[in-house]
């Protein structure tokens, strides 16, 4: 009888053993199940690494710096976030910023997006949200908007290329050129506008600029229209000191008098025109129009 209890009471504990591991075993199942749902609903995680690189010619000289966050600093083009780049093209770097922006390591080329904003020592800006940069040629490119700002000349044109130093800066197509008066506060004069349909090349280093195609030049002394224009800067007044417009220039004042010319050459500070080729002045003597014809 006590032997008969006994193996029942074995029986019964191996039942109730075995009932508890299996709970055991549904639970920690259930468990992982649950665990491998939550982890697929969860975005990966990445570990955001400071990133630095300099690149340099044959000669050893440093063409470009750059650093930025990223993520991914083991692939062949590093993502960047909050760019600084330097581009050498002498001694002295430009100085670029951007929001975001990508290095392709095997091809060496850079680019640059979102509030691109690029300085020079002497305080020339160019304002872009798109900008490629060619460390061994030492140029910079856009094919988008850009603005150039130096003293008191604002430049303004769809897509442009330059240098590194920003010394010349080419913009492709409709071109407006902002230059501000740079007198004292007694001096009322406005600024002058020019455009162009483009392309327009800039010369800092020369203070030049070369205007092309339907160039208009506006001020509060009237308006200066023609096929191709070339303005000079005085670097010390910061003003206009000459234009030589060429190609159906025409010239028309506030009171509505028009000169027709093949060429005209402006000496702004002596406030003198100088006509070229052959000339015809339109002019209103009250409500009649008189005509005029000169050659030169």
């Known amino acids: 009888m006590v032997k008969r209890f006994l193996s029942g009471s074995i029986v019964f504990i191996f039942l109730y053993i075995g009932v508890i591991q299996f709970q055991i075993l549904v639970s920690n199942k259930a468990g992982r199940n649950a665990g491998d ?18 690149k340099y010619s044959a000669e050893g000289e440093k063409e470009i710096e750059i650093e930025g966050d990223s993520a991914d600093i083991f692939s062949r083009t590093v993502n960047l976030m909050n760019v600084v780049a330097k581009a050498y093209a002498e001694e ?3 100085t670029i910023t951007a929001d ?3 290095y392709d390591k095997e091809t060496n080329k850079v680019r640059l997006n979102d509030n691109v904003v690029a300085t020079t020592e002497n305080g020339t800006r ?8 060619h460390p061994t040629e030492r140029t910079m490119e856009t094919e988008v908007q850009a603005r150039v700002k130096r003293d008191n000349i604002n430049v303004q044109g769809d897509g442009a290329f330059g240098d590194s130093q920003l010394k010349r800066v080419k913009f492709k197509k409709n071109v407006t050129v902002v230059i501000q008066d740079a007198g004292d506060e007694s001096d009322l004069a406005g600024p002058t506008v020019i455009t162009c349909d483009g392309p327009l090349v800039v010369d800092y280093a020369k203070n030049i600029a070369h205007f092309k195609d339907n160039v208009v030049a ?4 009237g308006t200066l229209m023609a096929d191709a224009m070339d ?16 190609g159906n220039v025409v ?12 060429s005209v050459i402006y000496l702004a500070e002596e406030g003198r025109i100088i006509l070229g080729g052959d000339t015809e002045a339109l002019y209103y003597d009250g409500e009649i129009a008189h005509t005029q014809k000169e050659f030169f």
């Open 37 to 54: 749902i939550a982890r697929e609903g969860e975005a990966p995680k990445h570990k955001v690494y400071s990133f630095s690189f300099s």
């Open 100 to 102: 975001r922006g990508n």
């Open 218 to 221: 506006k001020d509060e002394r």
């Open 231 to 246: 303005v000079y800067y005085n670097k010390v007044s910061r003003k206009v000191s000459k234009i030589v417009a060429l």
């Open 251 to 262: 010239i028309e004042n506030p009171d509505g008098n028009k000169t027709f010319s093949d």
């Open 92 to 94: 002295v770097p430009v």
């Open 126 to 133: 160019l304002l872009t949200e798109e900008l490629d940069i």
